[in-house]
């Protein structure tokens, strides 16, 4: 389809944007884009000359393209895809156009009051969207669906310019729903795998309500477009992401960065197989771009399957490593059982590799109303299939939970290690608390736990201090012990000392007066 005056120009790097360029120029019949001088959108150079190159080659493009309808027998570029492929378009040009409304920016009242006044009209249903009409999705109250012939007017609304309404497919915002209730206040969320900006702002829209923060580990197919996915967050007003630089399988169990992350949502590459247009989702979640050449096949191959499967167990197998997480949600875009319920089998046959948590499914506050004919009330995952209003996805939900006797034993385990217990066994259990120290008052040998005699009516201080408590088994007339405070005997002794220098006054040996009268008079003329 290219021409070989481009093949020098076209790097394997840019390969990628040269195709989505060429699908695009001949979709508006090979005419040059007209803008305007004054255009406030900023266009990314490798974009500008791009266009500059297929522009100049346009006709000889246009001719090569008819030459291969004509070789080809068919009537339209759409008949180059498989037929599978055709049909799937088909029914995704039907999908209601789905788009939330950034609580970080705005609110519904908000958003409603702005359609209105745009000339949008609410109805009750889906199946009632006709002309310019929106309705509330009835399994998530915060998404808003639109007919998809609206799509071009959608884009350019104030609403979706200033990032207010975003738009998000349906099997996202399943996942976030489900992943909603988990959330603790003060406890992070860990999201890993292909996540889009709008799906990585509504995460932080949801974890900001618990004033938690958003981690947002390293695709590998991620390069120098983390700057401008960085950028991108800041304009939806999403203050509480943080993009970590490591992918999600590098990261260490010992990171203290992990150690206030509780909840995991895992969103690993997959087939697609339950999604009507994978290419345009691809490139809308920024999944990764190897899986393109089986897309417009039809299928993938059995080694690329494979692969896909191995990657899906070890994201999850490495998420119940990580030592604080308590909830782990892993969706996929797969009706494939070998990329859903298998995989989920074979991690918790693992059990977290090394740390052995025993993780086990949970049934999800949305099973009840699973839409798929595989589903039911007994179904713990939540799945829908592929239809005329959504795509198809697949949710499970594990925790960390242990049976009671098992509980309890850890916890006694756990004890024992510290020695908090002796003994072995539940039954044979007995607390080993260290001997009491006995603190002493600062008045006498009376200890804490014992209570002070009260004192008798009438009676002062003085008079209950300077009685003498007789030792218990001693005999009445005998030597007298008690005990007697300190400021007691420092009492006695000053009355003692007083008492000798007023007997040596009498003697002429001392003058009293200091110690009998005050102020001393004067004696000196007497």
Not at 18 to 43: G, H, T
Not at 96 to 120: H, Q, R
Not at 388 to 406: H, I, K, Q, R, Y
Not at 498 to 507: P, Q, Y
Request: aromatic share 4%; charged share 25%.
């Amino acid at each position: 389809m290219i021409d070989s005056s481009l093949s020098h120009t076209i790097s394997a790097d840019t390969m990628s944007l040269a195709m989505v360029m060429l699908y695009d120029l001949q979709d508006i019949k090979f005419i040059p884009r007209k803008r305007p001088s004054s255009d406030p959108v900023e266009r990314l150079a490798d974009v500008v000359e791009m266009e500059r190159y297929l522009n100049s080659s346009r006709t000889k493009l246009a001719a090569s393209l008819a030459r291969c309808r004509i070789r080809s027998g068919l009537l339209s570029i759409d008949a180059v895809l498989p037929e599978s492929v055709r049909k799937r378009r088909e029914r995704a040009s039907s999908l209601p156009l789905f788009a939330w409304v950034n609580s970080l920016k705005t609110c519904l009242e908000d958003v409603y009051s702005a359609l209105e006044a745009g000339g949008f009209s609410e109805v009750n249903g889906l199946e009632q969207l006709q002309g310019a009409a929106f309705c509330r999705d009835p399994h998530c109250r915060d998404l808003l669906a639109f007919p998809s012939r609206l799509r071009g007017r959608l884009y350019g609304s104030p609403l979706f310019i200033h990032r207010r309404l975003l738009v998000q497919d349906k099997c996202r915002t399943l996942a976030l729903k489900c992943m909603s209730p988990l959330l603790a206040k003060g406890s992070n969320l860990l999201l890993a795998g292909a996540l889009s900006a709008s799906s990585i702002a509504h995460a932080a829209a949801l974890a900001a309500s618990h004033s938690a923060h958003v981690y947002i580990c390293r695709a590998s197919h991620m390069g120098p477009q983390r700057g401008e996915l960085q950028r991108c967050l800041s304009d939806m007003g999403c203050r509480n992401v943080r993009l970590l630089p490591e992918l999600f399988t590098e990261l260490e169990p010992s990171d203290m960065l992990l150690y206030r992350v509780q909840v995991i949502l895992l969103m690993p590459p997959c087939s697609a197989s339950g999604v009507s247009d994978p290419v345009q989702f691809l490139l809308a979640e920024s999944g990764d771009l190897d899986l393109l050449p089986g897309f417009s096949r039809g299928s993938l191959s059995s080694q690329k399957l494979a692969d896909l499967e191995d990657r899906q167990t070890q994201y999850l197998t490495h998420a119940m490593m990580l030592p604080k997480v308590r909830e782990v949600v892993y969706c996929t875009c797969s009706v494939r059982r070998e990329e859903n319920e298998d995989v989920v089998e074979r991690a918790l046959k693992l059990g977290g590799g090394a740390r052995h948590q025993p993780f086990r499914v949970k049934p999800l506050a949305l099973s009840s109303i699973s839409m798929s004919p595989g589903g039911g009330a007994d179904d713990p995952f939540f799945r829908t299939s592929p239809s005329e209003d959504s795509n198809g996805c697949f949710v499970a939900w594990l925790t960390m939970e242990l049976d009671p006797e098992e509980e309890v034993q850890k916890v006694l385990e756990r004890a024992a290690a510290r020695g908090l217990l002796a003994g072995n066994g539940v039954g044979g259990v007995e607390a080993s608390r260290p001997p009491k120290t006995t603190r002493r008052r600062r008045m006498g040998s009376v200890t804490l736990g014992t209570r002070p005699a009260a004192r008798p009516r009438g009676s002062s201080m003085r008079q209950v201090h300077s009685q003498e408590v007789p030792e218990a088994g001693s005999q009445p007339g005998g030597s007298l012990k008690g005990p007697v405070s300190k400021r007691s005997s420092r009492r006695k002794v000053g009355k003692r000392k007083t008492a000798k220098r007023a007997s040596k006054a009498k003697t002429g040996s001392l003058d009293p007066s200091p110690f009998l009268r005050w102020p001393r008079p004067n004696t000196v003329n007497q």
